[in-house]
Every structure is written in C-alpha cells, then in structure tokens.
T-cell receptor
C-alpha cells in the first residue's frame, strides 16, 4: 500500500523564522510531488509542485526532492502568521490514466506573532 | 482564473437517504476525481474518472457510491443509503494532465 508520511507536528515557529516540513513516501515509481496548504474547514490549495530532484523556489517557499531517499520537504522562509495552516504532502504516480493523489496526514503549522 | 465549483457547500441528510454532490470541473481538464476527508483525518482518494469512465476506485468506493458525467460539464457523486460514517468533506478535483490537480471548495456532508 502506498504511504505518505509527514511529521505530524504541531510545528510552532516565531514570525520571521524558517519553517521546515518533511515528507517521505513509499512508492518508488512516484513521479509528481505537491505541497498543499489547508486552512481549517477549507479545501487544499496548491502552493508548490516538484517533479525532479533538487530544489525549486517560489517566493518564500522552497521545495526539495530526493527520489533516492524518497523524501520531499518544504521550507517556508520569513514565516508569517497567515502561513498558519495544515500543510499536506501529496504524491502522484502515472498509474495509467489516473494520476491520483495520495496524501499524508498533514503537519499543522502555527506561526506566532 | 478558472476554478472547480462544487454544490452544495453543506448538505444535511438523514441516514438511509440518497445524496448527490455536484461538481463543475475546469473546462479543458480531462481527469476528474472525488476525495473525502473525515474530520481530523487525511484526504482520501475515492475515485478517478477519465474518458467517460472510472479509471480507478478505492476500497472506500463501494456499491453505495457512483459517479456520472451526465452532460459533459457536470461531474456528480451519488451516495445511496447514506450512513453516519459518510459524514465528511467531499472534494472534487480536476487536472489537465500530469501536472497539479485543482480542488473545489468542498461539500460538507452531515448524516444525522
């Protein structure tokens, strides 16, 4: 069974600090990796996608992928109180004509003013 | 910006009743999904739909569930004979290809 594991948290950081979120996955054929942000009672909102090994930066967010270690991470620089949310790691494989997402349980991040 | 639209936002139903959750995916997308999130738990895959047929379904998606794309724009999830444990947020998602999936705002289903 394909699994996606995240450090469950909660993770609490002061405003302006770097928040580091981690994720491991079990399915070696996974090809696409995503970080979603979910506010309480809302739907997942895509913040980063990464498809190849290395780092990908978008504003204050950096995603890192290491397929050999089956590890994905998300760094949030200069954390803001508005970043407080649950961050979901999601993994997708080609699986024929499917590309379904397998989600981790999420890490609750709190940024303290 | 195109978005996935779900209706209703909240549905309350009595146990044993049938409900239909509706979704309008992004127009040029080809892959459609339903996911479920029970309160406090992770987002779980229910079913994927491609080329007018189910491409994969999870163990959760048993005979009480069905999906349809009746008119080329809407994508529906029907739950027959609802149970208390069906209470959850149901998310519709669509994607164009291998890239990211876009989620609707969700339907909160409460079975009483």
């Amino acid at each position: 069974q394909k699994e996606v594991e995240q450090n469950s948290g909660p993770l609490s950081v002061p405003e302006g600090a770097i928040a580091s979120l981690n994720c491991t996955y079990s399915d070696r054929v996974s090809q696409s990796f995503f970080w979603y942000r979910q506010y309480s009672g809302k739907s997942p909102e895509l913040i980063m996608s990464i498809y190849s090994n290395g780092d990908k930066e978008d504003g204050r967010f950096t995603a890192q992928l290491n397929k050999a270690s089956q590890y994905v991470s998300l760094l949030i620089r200069d954390s803001q109180p508005s970043d407080s949310a649950t961050y979901l790691c999601a993994v997708s494989s080609s699986g024929g004509s499917n590309y379904k997402l397998t989600f981790g349980k999420g890490t609750l991040l709190t940024v303290n003013p | 910006e195109p978005e996935v639209t779900q209706t209703p936002s909240h549905q309350v139903t009595q146990m044993g009743q049938e409900v239909i959750l509706r979704c309008v995916p992004i127009s040029n997308h080809l892959y459609f999904y339903w996911y479920r999130q029970i309160l406090g738990q992770k987002v779980e895959f229910l079913v994927s739909f491609y080329n007018n047929e189910i491409s994969e379904k999870s163990e959760i998606f048993d005979d009480q569930f069905s999906v349809e794309r009746p008119d080329g724009s809407n994508f529906t999830l029907k739950i027959r004979s609802t149970k208390l444990e069906d209470s959850a947020m149901y998310f519709c998602a669509s994607r164009e290809g291998v890239r990211q999936a876009f989620f609707g705002q969700g339907t909160r289903l409460t079975v009483v």
